[in-house]
């Protein structure tokens, strides 16, 4: 099994910075591809990055240019760097992993941190 723990949410102003961690416990080998996602009120979860196992990086074109994920496998923690934030990226960001895919479900979630970005 593996356990997920974000960290670094918070609130900040439009054009601010924040960057998340999500730590990696138990068996995190076993995970190949890791993916942030995000989720606004009223809205439904939807995936913003991925990272490979073969360290191929995805992302939503609503964050392009401005979101950076990265993996660091020494610290079995995967990151998201935000930049150039906007009031609609406000949402529960969620670290998730999976053990060959993201699709249709991650077998792994972390339990969310929230962001806030005021105008």
């Known amino acids: 099994q593996v356990q997920l723990v974000e960290s670094g949410g918070g609130s900040v102003q439009a054009g601010g910075s924040l960057r998340l961690s999500c730590a990696a416990s138990g068996n995190p080998l076993m995970i190949d591809v890791m993916g942030w996602y995000r989720q606004a009120p009223g809205n439904q979860r939807e995936l913003v990055a991925t990272f490979t196992g073969g360290g191929s990086t995805n992302y939503a074109d609503s964050v392009k240019g401005r979101f950076t994920i990265s993996r660091d496998y020494g610290k079995n923690t995967l990151y998201l760097q935000m930049n150039s934030l906007k009031p609609e990226d406000t949402a529960v960001y969620y670290c998730?992993?999976?053990?060959?895919?993201?699709?249709?479900?991650?077998?792994?979630w972390g339990q969310g941190t929230q962001v806030t970005v005021s105008s």
């Open positions: 998730a992993g999976g053990r060959r895919s993201l699709r249709p479900t991650p077998d792994y």
